[in-house]
């Protein structure tokens, strides 16, 4: 027998789903009277991971409880007939009552009968039973209304705080909030934190912008003093050392990153030294600064330039990790 019905409820569903307008499901249903995530799956195998089901579970599972809002609409539009036809709705049966005979709290009465409760009552009557109250809600709080069947009006039952519901996006998560007497997606605060990470992009890409401009002039005025280091009695001139020393103050200036300040200290007194250079008077510039402590010079600002850019790498990978990091927890969110 189990087996039986196995193999009946695929079917159920199946023929269910060919009678049904998925586009209800999806505009009606979905997101509304069922986490929008199990849909997700089902129709698009997305947030499968998130609700720990496959495709074809959450497409179960979907129309199963579709099936069971679509059963609770039937239901409460035959209420609503059998009110409409004089009858009271109870277990599933409508039963309908004399020519004679009006409803009151779920039974037959002869007409005129509780006159004048019924005409105190005529001003505020508002129901007849619980499908005619919608819920409401009062910030967060999800109030479900119930009839009350001597006054005929709405009153609360039971409440359901929204926020403790959640919307789960890998470690992101957002409290639901009520509107409309449905507890749904706090659309705000998702959309707050788009812009937060969008914002986070932003800053990451100027960043990297800055740090490769940084690291190309570090890696052309490195391979210069290798250069000069290599040869430097033939690049050994006023024009070359003013131009070499202009470059490597600007540099400077803009903050060598991943130097300790000794090594920043080390490269103004390589630029002083540069300067005194150019500056004293020719016969005596070779006093300031000899041949070989030029090249030893550039030598020193050679390798003081290789530690500042693997110094970068560091950096630059932490500026990869956080723009990826706020890439993918975009891509999660809906």
């Known amino acids: ?41 089902a129709f698009h195998n997305e947030y499968c991971g998130n609700i720990g089901m496959s495709k074809g579970e959450a497409k179960n599972y979907v129309y199963s409880e579709y099936a069971k809002w679509k059963e609770k609409i039937k239901e409460s539009e035959k209420r609503k007939k059998c009110f ?31 006159d004048e ?13 619980d499908s005619d109250c919608d819920p409401i809600c009062e910030g967060d709080i999800k109030w479900k209304m119930g009839c009350n069947p001597r006054e005929n009006t709405c009153v609360k039952t039971f409440d359901t705080d929204c926020s403790s519901e959640q919307d789960v996006f890998g470690n992101l998560s957002f409290s639901k909030t009520c509107k409309f007497g449905v507890c749904v997606s706090n659309e705000d605060a998702i959309n ?13 890409s100027n960043e990297l ?19 000069n280091c290599i040869n430097g009695l033939a690049d050994m001139t006023n024009v070359a050392i ?4 202009t470059r490597i103050a600007s540099l400077a200036a803009g903050g060598l990153p991943g130097l300790a300040d000794v ?10 030294k540069l300067s005194a250079y150019v500056n004293a008077p020719e016969e005596s510039a070779e006093e300031v600064l000899k041949p070989h402590e030029y090249i030893k010079l550039n030598c020193d600002l050679y ?19 956080k723009a990826n990091q706020a890439d993918a927890e975009l891509k999660l969110l809906p």
């Open 209 to 227: 912008k800055s740090l490769n401009a940084t690291r190309d002039d570090l890696k052309n005025v490195m391979m210069d003093a290798n250069k």
């Open 84 to 114: 409409t036809d004089n009858g009271y709705f109870v277990d599933g049966k409508c039963t309908k009552c004399k020519r004679d005979e009006e409803v009151q709290s779920n039974q037959c009465v002869a007409i005129g009968e509780n």
């Open 1 to 41: 027998m189990f087996k039986k019905a196995l193999l009946i409820f695929p079917l159920f569903l199946l023929l269910l789903s060919g009678c049904t307008s998925k586009g209800e499901i999806k505009d009606d249903f979905c997101g509304v009277h069922i986490n929008y995530q199990y849909c997700k799956c």
């Open 263 to 272: 090594a920043v200290d080390y490269v103004s007194d390589a630029i002083n």
């Open 117 to 129: 409760e019924d005409e105190e009552q005529e001003g505020e009557a508002t129901c007849k039973f």
């Open 303 to 321: 390798h003081h330039f290789i530690a500042s850019l693997a110094a970068t790498d560091k950096e630059l990978e932490d500026i990869l990790e």
């Open 242 to 245: 003013l131009e070499f020393s």
């Open 192 to 204: 707050e934190k788009k812009e937060e990470l969008e914002e986070i992009k932003r800053e990451m």
